[in-house]
């Protein structure tokens, strides 16, 4: 049996860490789905930056745009959505089967909202509403801010990629804020079937500490982070609260594992899809690492309910001076900051392609 089988056997979805219109218009997509077991992809604004910056794929859509009322961003979203609901339509038959447990795509809002609940909620719905797309996700960031936006935005019946998490409290901190929407909407008489996952950043933990721990602690620390959120993810489905709420028809919040593409010379470019096979998980994988694992790819073991080793080594790593939880924290500001950088040259980029005088004028709004 393949290894991008045996995951799908394990139970683990795999989804891909990617999308661009060649991937959808050459059957390249399609392919890796019947091929090597892909059900599901995201999306962020990197993703899209590379993209739209680095081909002409999306150059006659933006040329297109002469309403001088649309802005850059709303021209994206068009793109964007354009885009994953086609994608969305390949994935359809496989989030039918599931029920709706697989066969997802995520659209994120703008990180230019990370600090406004209300304006995240207002885009999540608005968002959902345009793409009209049963196995579209909107991606959240699960911050303190955000948080409060996926309790509304599950509330309002928008289902929810949480985004940007690094820790187990992060993670525990989401998935309370979906439980307190399913249970206001069981509270409601609304339908508790609103799907949600919470992905967890990997391999930014080993980048960060790199150079900065002894050698034999290198590219251990996400792998433990990970494991130490699975066993909270696990635990928590016994817990009364989460009972009531299944039993009254809600489906659990799937564990995903984001950022698992390796930065280090020094790891086989499967490491971390190998050192995170689990059960009822997701692991999102950009393309080199998917066509790696799924050509040279094992499955060497299987994740332990209860985390495993986790403590024991994250206790090794705080002897050696790291700070877990302030190095989440951290983390979550950064990857924010990417995702806010990513998505201003993002709107520079469509705005050079839709207007390329603004850029050679200075009359015309460009720079001298």
Same mark, same amino acid.
């Given at each position: 049996?393949?290894?991008t089988l ?5 139970g ?11 991937l ?5 997509l ?17 993703i ?12 006659m ?12 961003e ?5 793109l964007a959505?354009k885009d *994953?609901?086609? !994608?969305a339509?390949?994935? /359809?038959p +496989? ?5 709706? =447990?697989? $066969?997802? &795509?995520s ?15 207002a ?12 196995n579209l996700f ?11 936006a ?22 525990v ?18 339908? *508790?079937?609103? !799907?949600?996952v919470?992905? /967890?950043? +990997? ?5 960060? =500490?790199? $150079?900065? &721990?002894?050698?034999?602690l ?13 066993g ?11 009972r ?11 564990l ?5 593409g390796v ?28 066509l790696?694992?799924?050509?040279r ?5 299987v ?9 024991p080594?994250?206790a090794?790593?705080a ?15 950064e ?16 705005a ?15 720079p001298?």
């Amino acid at each position: 049996m393949k290894a991008t089988l045996k995951l799908q056997a394990l139970g683990q979805s795999l989804w891909l860490d990617n999308i661009t219109r060649d991937l959808l218009g050459d059957g390249t997509l399609a392919r890796y789905r019947d091929v090597y077991n892909v059900t599901g992809l995201t999306s962020n604004p990197s993703i899209f930056l590379k993209a739209i910056r680095d081909t002409a794929a999306y150059d006659m859509d933006i040329a297109k745009a002469t309403d001088p009322d649309l802005t850059d961003e709303a021209l994206f979203f068009s793109l964007a959505i354009k885009d *994953l609901t086609q !994608a969305a339509e390949l994935f /359809l038959p +496989v989030h039918q089967s599931s029920q709706g =447990v697989d $066969g997802w &795509v995520s659209l994120e809002v703008s990180p230019w909202l990370t600090e406004d609940a209300v304006g995240t909620v207002a885009a999540a719905k608005s968002l959902h509403a345009k793409a009209s797309c049963p196995n579209l996700f909107i991606k959240i960031p699960g911050t303190a801010v955000g948080v409060i936006a996926i309790e509304e935005a599950i509330f309002a019946g928008v289902p929810v990629n949480v985004t940007l998490l690094f820790s187990r409290e992060q993670y525990v901190e989401a998935a309370n804020a979906y439980w307190r929407g399913l249970a206001r909407r069981r509270d409601a008489g609304l339908d *508790l079937r609103v !799907a949600s996952v919470a992905s /967890l950043f +990997v391999s930014r933990w080993d980048t960060a =500490v790199t $150079g900065e &721990v002894p050698f034999g602690l290198r590219n251990r620390l996400g792998v433990a982070v990970a494991k130490q959120t699975y066993g909270a993810y696990r635990e928590r489905m016994s817990h009364p609260m989460w009972r009531e709420l299944a039993e009254a028809g809600a489906s659990p919040q799937r564990l995903l594992w984001a950022s698992t593409g390796v930065k280090s010379r020094e790891l086989s470019p499967g490491y971390y899809v190998e050192a995170l096979a689990a059960p009822d998980t997701i692991d999102t994988v950009p393309e080199a690492t998917l066509l790696a694992f799924a050509t040279r790819g094992e499955l060497i073991s299987v994740m332990r309910e209860d985390g495993g080793n986790a403590d024991p080594v994250l206790a090794d790593f705080a002897h050696a001076g790291v700070d877990v939880a302030a190095l989440g924290a951290r983390l979550q500001r950064e990857g924010v900051e990417g995702f806010r950088q990513a998505w201003a040259e993002l709107m520079q980029v469509i705005a050079g392609k839709r207007m390329p005088e603004r850029h050679l004028s200075p009359a015309a709004g460009g720079p001298p």
